[in-house]
């Protein structure tokens, strides 16, 4: 099973309106944590937002925030009030295990476009 | 200047070469990743190491080595290209806890023909 499913095929989202990314994770570790980066067609990638399986509220960052629902094991990306620099490649990862034993492993991406 | 380093930022070989890759980090990171991207994979860790004398095999690690020549250096070495190799290789870093981001360097692509 893969770790990390990322569906949707590509993204439109309105400039200025909100938009959901998806992401479900597959893990039987009691400790882990969830990372979303950007990636957009210049091709570095940014880390954009962080959230802890146990962390008690949603991680936030700006626009930014992270839909956890640790039963159903999803991590969604929200971006709310889209900017057309938003549009780019959007990578949801998994750190599972601990010190040496700890290993992250990505999903194979979103890509989002912003229309004007 | 970045905080992430890797050269060269563009390569191409021919099949068979042995070429290196190199990555230098200022951020005084202890955890040094290698990463390759393909359009529709993602991202898959091919080596990673916790400190200078630790060496640890990623996901797809085959045909591939790591040298960490000091804490802010871990370079990359096909011994001997073959075009699937053909690719985007991201280095990154992070510090030694376990919710710490990496931070990635610019990325090499690098073409194998």
């Known amino acids: 099973a893969q770790k990390i499913t990322q569906t949707q095929p590509g993204m439109f989202v309105q400039e200025k309106e909100a938009v959901t990314l998806d992401c479900t994770y597959d893990?039987?570790?009691?400790?882990?944590?969830l990372f979303w980066y950007k990636q957009p067609s210049s091709g570095e990638m940014i880390f954009l937002i962080y959230?802890?399986?146990?962390?008690?509220q949603n991680a936030t960052e700006g626009r930014y925030s992270l839909n956890f629902q640790k039963a159903r094991k999803s991590a969604n990306l929200v971006i709310s009030a889209s900017q057309l620099g938003d549009s780019a490649m959007y990578f949801c990862?998994?750190?599972?295990?601990?010190?040496?034993?700890?290993?992250?492993?990505f999903g194979k991406g979103i890509t989002l476009s912003v229309r004007p | 200047d970045a905080d992430v380093t890797q050269t060269p930022r563009n390569r191409i070989t021919k099949t068979g070469k042995r070429i290196m890759l190199e990555c230098s980090q200022t951020?005084?990171?202890?955890?040094m990743y290698w990463y390759r991207q393909d359009p529709g994979l993602g991202l898959r860790l091919i080596y990673y190491?916790?400190?200078?004398?630790?060496?640890n095999k990623g996901e797809i690690s085959d045909g591939y080595s790591v040298s960490r020549q000091a804490q802010a250096k871990f370079s990359l070495s096909l011994e001997s290209a073959i075009p699937n190799q053909t690719a985007l290789y991201f280095c990154?870093?992070?510090?030694?806890?376990?919710?710490?981001?990496?931070?990635f360097g610019n990325g090499t692509r690098l073409t194998v023909t």
């Open positions: 990862a998994m750190r599972e295990g601990a010190g040496a034993n700890s290993k992250l492993t």
């Open positions: 990154a870093t992070s510090l030694g806890t376990d919710n710490s981001p990496l931070h």
């Open positions: 893990t039987s570790d009691p400790s882990y944590g």
């Open positions: 959230q802890g399986s146990y962390d008690q």
């Open positions: 190491s916790f400190d200078v004398k630790d060496i």
């Open positions: 951020k005084g990171h202890d955890r």
